[in-house]
């Protein structure tokens, strides 16, 4: 299990604080990079990914939500990203933008919004490390988990054992430890929370509450 807190939900203007406050206990710091295109909010580009990349341990993991993902994947990679994210619905030839991000020697993502199949992901299984399912619409943090993701999530997860590659199925939006048994059940083994790590309360306990919420939905043998 890797749990990767949001920084949407911490304060902009201590990013290097609030990573170090989960440095310890996360696997990854998830980093959402949004264009007033492809979603209607804007947040952050290279900079500050170059920025957060000199001042944590945490591999930084970059959920790209911008139109035109092609034009920009050399810099995210430059700039320190471990992984790169790109969604389906944000290029016509996702195909080539995901040969594109492996070319940087990033490790690559694909997303797929709630309305997108999981049978768009059968051809490009072999150029990816990892398959991030949204479970809320891309945009906001603080969004409810939407239920009917669960299935999508546990056809990801045969369609990834089918294949026989180590593909990652990370999952987004509305996880708290409430929802996390649900798709560690379906599937899941990566994590991502904002608001529940960094909406209130110790973030570093948060974290470890996701944990232990993770690990006792798994099977104990
Ligand atoms: C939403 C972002 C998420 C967001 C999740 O478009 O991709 O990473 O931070 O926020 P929570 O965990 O608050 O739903
Ligand atoms: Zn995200």
Avoid: W
Avoid at 2 to 25: M, N, T, W, Y
Avoid at 95 to 122: D, F, K, M, N, S
Avoid at 142 to 152: A, D, T, V, Y
């Amino acid at each position: 299990m890797k749990i990767a807190p949001s920084i949407l939900s911490a304060d902009f203007a201590h990013l290097a604080d609030e990573a170090a406050r989960v440095g310890e206990c996360a696997d990854l710091l998830h980093v959402d990079v949004m264009d007033g295109h492809f979603v209607p909010n804007i947040t952050v580009g290279p900079p500050v990914v170059a920025s957060l990349h000199a001042s944590t341990r945490l591999p930084l993991d970059v959920h790209l939500m911008i139109a035109d993902p092609d034009a920009y994947v050399g810099n995210f990679a430059e700039a320190g990203a471990s992984i790169i994210t790109v969604h389906a619905e944000a290029t016509p030839h996702v195909h080539r933008t995901l040969q594109a991000v492996r070319a940087t020697g990033a490790r690559a993502g694909v997303a797929i919004c709630p309305a997108t199949p999981a049978t768009h992901l059968e051809h490009i299984l072999d150029l990816v490390d990892l398959i991030l399912v949204m479970t809320v619409n891309p945009g906001f943090g603080g969004q409810e988990f939407i239920g009917g993701m669960l299935r999508k999530i546990s056809q990801v997860k045969a369609m990834v054992d089918q294949s026989g590659r180590a593909i990652d199925i990370e999952v987004d939006g509305g996880i708290s430890d409430a929802t996390t048994p649900l798709v560690v059940k379906a599937g899941a083994n990566v994590l991502v929370a904002g608001n529940f790590v960094f909406g209130g309360g110790d973030p570093r306990a948060n974290v470890e509450r996701l944990r232990e919420s993770a690990l006792s939905a798994l099977p104990s043998c």
